[in-house]
Nanobody, 123 residues
Framework: QLQLVESGGGLVQPGGSLTLSCIAS????????IGWFRQAPGKEREGVSC????????NYADSVKGRFTISRDNAKNMVYLQMNSLKPEDTAVYYC????????????????WGQGTQVTVSS
């Protein structure tokens, strides 16, 4: 069974850092583009960052450019999201998702989703 599991969320003060991890089971991640998405209370789910299957292409939402870095280790079947200089507006449930085929960051293109991990940025 194809499964994605996120971890690494938690409570952090403004300006702090967190690294989210996404591990895949039941399939080989190297054939999939991976996206990180987030959903804050009362808001729609939005794209944060995405990375191609090889890792050669990445994309970031304007709100996180320069602060977040997406990376992947296909040998470990894992994808990461390094988040620095966190702001209260980054508070959300963060999801990783997988898409087979070409590099595409649009939310509706992703068919396989994890259960999410909560990130709370607060003093």
């Amino acid at each position: 069974q194809l499964q994605l599991v996120e971890s690494g969320g938690g409570l952090v003060q403004p300006g702090g850092s967190l690294t989210l991890s996404c591990i895949a089971s039941g399939f080989t991640l190297e054939h999939y583009a991976i996206g990180w998405f987030r959903q804050a209370p009362g808001k729609e789910r939005e794209g944060v960052s995405c990375i191609s299957s090889s890792g050669g292409d990445t994309n970031y939402a304007d709100s996180v450019k320069g602060r977040f870095t997406i990376s992947r280790d296909n040998a470990k079947n894992m994808v990461y999201l390094q988040m620095n200089s966190l702001k209260p507006e980054d508070t959300a449930v963060y999801y990783c998702a997988a898409r087979s085929g070409s590099f595409d960051c649009r939310l509706f293109e992703y068919g396989h989703w994890g259960q999410g991990t909560q990130v709370t940025v607060s003093s």
